[in-house]
Every structure is written in C-alpha cells, then in structure tokens.
C-alpha cells in the first residue's frame, strides 16, 4: 500500500499546473444561437411537400364544397321547374274543360230535376275538387275584381247594397290561388 501511496505522490509532483479557461454563457445567448441556426437551416423538403399538399387539399375541399352547392341548387330548381311545368299543363286542360262544365250547369238551369245531368254535374265538380280546380263563389258578394267580371249593372235597393253581385252570368274558377277564369256577374249600384 506504501508502494501506491508513492506512485500517487510521484503523479502529483511530476505534473504541471495547468490553466482551465471558462467562458461564460446565458440563456439568451443559448436562443439566440438556437434561432439563427433554424433561421439560416433551408426549410426541408419534406416541409415543402407538406405545405403544397395541405394547399391542394384546401383547394379540392372548396371546390367540392362548391360543387355539392351547385348541385343541390340545380335539384331545388329542376324540381320547381317540373312543378311549374305541372302546374302550367294542368291549368291549361282545365281552361279546355271548362265550356263542357258550362254546358253541364246550363243543362242543369234548363231541367234541374233530370237525375242525369245532376249527376254529371257532381261527377266534374268532384273531378274539378280532385285536381284542385275550385269554383269561385259569387251571389252575394261583394264585387271583386280578381274573382269578378260585372258585365250589367242594375240599381241598388234595400235587398241589394251597392257593390253586391245579385245575379251570375257565368262561372268563376281557381285552380289553386290562380284565376283560371273570373265569374262573370251582374251588380248592384
């Protein structure tokens, strides 16, 4: 053990004293070197194809979008233009079938106890309600000129105020809210 302790102090006074020299260093020194190195480092490829990829994906997503827009707004309009289309079609039969609904109620004026014209009668008027074809009602009323044609004017008394329709020429229809044709009637003044 003697023999260690010497080489141990044989190490000591052979060696030099030698100089160690520290230099100072601070946190913000230490960002600061972080930053100029990510500032000065070129951005990596794979950070350029992730930017251009996620600009693609913006772009396909908004243009999706704006498809899916265009589509359910051609639906919307495909839809009512069939609906108008209907609706044109169906007034346009109905205007056709009105003079047999004519002759039909001035039949039923010149023999209204004949069971065959009562019948047919109900027959359209039930077809008209099934359709949406509805007559415009009139003695009574006072005149409108939407739903009312005056074709005669006649004096006003007790039974009848002015403006009243006292006697219907021919009938009025609606097919829907639309006129298809107004009533022509006869009015009080």
């Not at 350029?48 to 498809?67: N, S, V």
């Not at 899916?68 to 309009?77: C, P, S």
Request: no cysteine; aromatic share 2%; proline share 4%.
């Amino acid at each position: 053990m003697e023999d260690e302790n010497k080489n141990i102090d044989n190490n000591t006074e052979n060696t030099e004293p030698q100089s160690v020299s520290v230099e100072s260093v601070s946190v913000n020194d230490a960002a600061k070197n972080t930053n100029d190195t990510d500032a000065n480092k070129p951005e990596s490829e794979s950070d350029k194809l992730i930017g251009e990829l996620q600009t693609q994906i913006a772009d396909l997503t908004d243009k999706y979008m704006r498809a899916v827009a265009e589509l359910e707004n051609t639906r919307r309009r495909a839809g009512r233009d069939a609906e108008s289309a209907a609706r044109t079609a169906g007034m346009g039969i109905t205007k056709k079938i009105l003079p047999v609904m004519d002759a039909v109620d001035a039949a039923l004026k010149h023999a209204p106890d004949d069971d065959g014209i009562k019948s047919l009668a109900m027959a359209m008027e039930s077809a008209f309600a099934q359709i949406g074809v509805v007559k415009i009602e009139s003695i009574g009323q006072q005149l409108n000129p939407q739903f009312h044609s005056a074709i005669s004017v006649v004096p006003a008394d007790d039974a009848h105020p002015t403006n009243t329709i006292i006697e219907e020429m021919q009938s009025g229809y609606m097919y829907g809210d639309t006129v298809l044709r107004p009533a022509m009637v006869v009015v009080a003044k």
